[in-house]
Antibody, heavy 122, light 110 residues
Framework: EVQLLESGGGWVQPGGSLRLSCAAS????????MSWVRQAPGKGLEWVSA????????YYADSVKGRFTISRDNSKNTLYLQMNSLRAEDTAEYYC???????????????WGQGTLVTVSS | QSVLTQPPSASGTPGQRVTISCSGG????????VYWYQQLPGTAPKLLIY???QRPSGVPDRFSGSKSGTSASLAISGLRSEDEADYYC???????????FGGGTKLTVL
């Protein structure tokens, strides 16, 4: 059974940093692309970043480029999102999502975690 | 402002058929597959339709997807109260090198 468990969310002041983790199980982690998708309170879904399986190529939404870094540790079956220079508008539930292939630019997000809440406020 | 455009709301009575549209452009829907996600209140999104019109196992055949040109649609037939949820379309955008989502459609079962 595929499981994705996010952690690392919490409250942080503007300009601060936070690292999110997503522990994966139930599939061959290094073979699949992984993404982060966020949802601000009462708003819609916004894709944040993706990392390919095998090649580790990375992609970012313009809204986070230069501030966020996605990475993966295939030996630990864990996905990360390092978030720096956080802003109030980064406040959201952050979901970890598994791709259905190694490619970040095609295929569905076929499994989602339950999310971790990040609140950026002074 | 989302790259993909969906109506903010839709509604229907039990047993009815409703459709939700998703409009994009040549760099996203016009070139790539469309995906649909269902988000029940207070829960994480769930894959509903992949590659324009394919249903994952476990998704009832009441749900169907289609794509034509730069637009896509999700149809739900035999509407049930448990279908009340937010629905999102998504596609890869070749120009942005990014995934783009629609703004979401809140479906109400009257």
């Amino acid at each position: 059974e595929v499981q994705l468990l996010e952690s690392g969310g919490g409250w942080v002041q503007p300009g601060g940093s936070l690292r999110l983790s997503c522990a994966a199980s139930g599939f061959i982690f290094n073979s699949y692309a992984m993404s982060w998708v966020r949802q601000a309170p009462g708003k819609g879904l916004e894709w944040v970043s993706a990392i390919s399986g095998i090649t580790g190529s990375t992609y970012y939404a313009d809204s986070v480029k230069g501030r966020f870094t996605i990475s993966r540790d295939n030996s630990k079956n864990t996905l990360y999102l390092q978030m720096n220079s956080l802003r109030a508008e980064d406040t959201a539930e952050y979901y970890c999502a598994k791709g259905d292939s190694y490619s970040s630019s095609s295929g569905s997000f076929d499994y989602w975690g339950q999310g971790t809440l990040v609140t950026v406020s002074s | 402002q989302s790259v993909l455009t969906q109506p903010p709301s839709a509604s229907g009575t039990p047993g009815q058929r409703v459709t939700i549209s998703c409009s994009g452009g040549s760099s996203n829907i016009g070139t790539n597959s469309v995906y649909w996600y269902q988000q029940l209140p207070g829960t994480a999104p769930k894959l509903l339709i992949y590659r324009n019109n394919q249903r994952p196992s476990g998704v009832p055949d009441r749900f169907s997807g289609s794509k034509s040109g730069t637009s896509a649609s999700l149809a739900i037939s035999g509407l049930r109260s448990e279908d009340e949820a937010d629905y999102y379309c998504a596609a890869w955008d070749d120009s942005l090198s990014a995934w783009v989502f629609g703004g979401g459609t809140k479906l109400t079962v009257l």
